[in-house]
């Protein structure tokens, strides 16, 4: 099972989406300079549950379109099925992830991904150093250009 504190909508994580975003908790990573630290214990949040889920995505019906995980890859048969849920409901999906990579189920089930572990001294997805990639799965386009300010 995975935790989650209250989701919040957001603009800015998914380019064009207006997102439904969940902080997993539990996170295994533990970057140093992470922005999210009180995520990292599993016993944080309340259980994500469908029922949970099912709750938020009526409250937001009509307003959101794209459901963003900060985490819970590493628990991928329950990120899985929520997952699925969500886009049983025609919604989009996204998991931002701090590993390189994630299992070819979770991507078969995902619209967009972010990848990389936070380094500060390469910034995030703003910078041009980043380590981190933003992307559409669905045309493969990088994302990271929408992320940076104008000069």
Known sequence: MLN????????QEVPGEVSLA???????LACPGCHSQDSWDPGAGTPLTPERLD?????YRSLVSCVLFFGGEWDR?????????CRSQGLKTCLYTGKERV?????AELDYLKTGAWQ???????SPDTNQQL????SGELLNHHFRRAP
Do not use: D, K
């Open 135 to 138: 992307r559409c799965l669905n």
């Open 55 to 59: 709750y938020w995505l009526e409250h």
């Open 4 to 11: 989650a504190f209250e989701p919040r909508v957001v603009l």
């Open 77 to 85: 048969h329950t990120l899985l099925a929520l997952l699925r849920q």
């Open 22 to 28: 969940w902080l997993v908790t539990g996170c295994p």
């Open 120 to 126: 500060a001294e390469l910034g995030g997805l703003g």
């Open 103 to 107: 299992s070819g189920p979770l991507m």
